[in-house]
């Protein structure tokens, strides 16, 4: 598998190893990125606010486009790995924003109770997509999404 199938493909399978290695690809570039931007604005003229303010600017735009690409990358990666699990591509939604919409309910309305429950269940949802995605093996064996990706050709599956 190529790295653009690996990063930007919603088909197909991906085995824990390449899950985690795409992960390692985000981490480093997201670090590397922040990085940058201190070293690049750690070195800006404070005295020149236009000159500030068109660094700031570029900066912003280059992290947005990093955003995108990585966040599309992340969905098409997670996806793969639903695949492997022989589950439907369906249940990044839950991974992704099930922990983020209900740990988040109860700053963006009135206090009703039960906050702390929702961020219970949050961090549950959490601890199940951190499990399901880059800790359970994926289906032995050809699945509805492809071939295994850890059998070696010509070898019966792993048992």
């Not at 005295?47 to 700031?56: H, I």
């Not at 990358?73 to 589950?87: E, N, P, Q, T």
């Not at 919409?101 to 963006?108: I, V």
Request: one cysteine or more.
């Amino acid at each position: 598998m190529d790295w653009t199938t690996l990063l930007f493909s919603f088909n197909g399978r991906i085995n824990r190893g390449k899950y985690w290695l795409a992960v390692l690809i985000y981490f480093a570039v997201w670090t590397t990125f922040i990085a940058l931007c201190l070293i690049w604005l750690g070195g800006a003229n404070v005295d020149n606010l236009l000159s500030l303010a068109g660094t700031a600017l570029l900066l912003w735009l280059i992290g947005f486009i990093l955003f995108i690409l990585l966040t599309w990358s992340g969905l098409a990666v997670g996806i793969k790995r639903l695949h492997d699990r022989d589950k439907s591509g369906w249940w990044i939604l839950l991974f992704w924003l099930g922990p983020s919409l209900l740990g988040g309910w109860q700053t963006t309305g009135p206090d009703m109770g039960g906050g702390l429950v929702l961020s219970l269940a949050a961090g549950v949802i959490a601890i199940w997509g951190f499990v399901e995605l880059g800790c359970l093996r994926g289906t032995p064996g050809p699945n509805q999404y492809g071939p295994d990706p850890l059998a070696t050709p010509g070898l019966p599956p792993p048992r």
